[in-house]
């Protein structure tokens, strides 16, 4: 049984800072590409933050360039998402998810999918 458990949200002030993190089981951890997505009140979930297999290439959506940053550690099992600098329309339940190939950072190509940790950027 694959489970993915996001941990790490909180209410955070503008500015502040907050580290993601997304444990894995239940598959063989090397094989998947890892994405944080997010969804905030009457939108539609977003691609935030993508990494492939081997975390040589990742892809951040052009609202957290530079102030967002992921990471993987295959010997923990674990896909994490610094988030840095952050603003009131960072707002949003961020959901971490698993593919095979993970060629694009969009959720319908991800097939397994954490159930979310709600981030509130607030003062």
């Known amino acids: 049984q694959v489970q993915l458990v996001e941990s790490g949200g909180s209410l955070v002030q503008p500015g502040g800072s907050l580290r993601l993190s997304c444990a894995a089981s239940?598959?063989?951890?090397?094989?998947?590409?890892f994405g944080w997505f997010r969804q905030a009140p009457g939108k539609e979930r977003e691609g935030v933050a993508c990494?492939?297999?081997?975390?040589?290439?990742?892809y951040y959506a052009d609202s957290v360039k530079g102030r967002f940053t992921i990471s993987r550690d295959n010997t923990k099992n674990t896909v994490y998402l610094q988030m840095a600098t952050l603003k009131p329309e960072d707002t949003a339940v961020y959901y971490c998810?698993?593919?095979?190939?993970?060629?694009?950072?969009?959720?319908?190509?991800?097939?397994?999918w954490g159930q979310g940790t709600q981030v509130t950027v607030s003062s």
């Open positions: 998810a698993a593919d095979h190939f993970g060629l694009n950072c969009v959720p319908g190509e991800y097939d397994y």
């Open positions: 239940g598959i063989t951890f090397d094989f998947y590409a």
């Open positions: 990494i492939s297999l081997s975390g040589g290439a990742s």
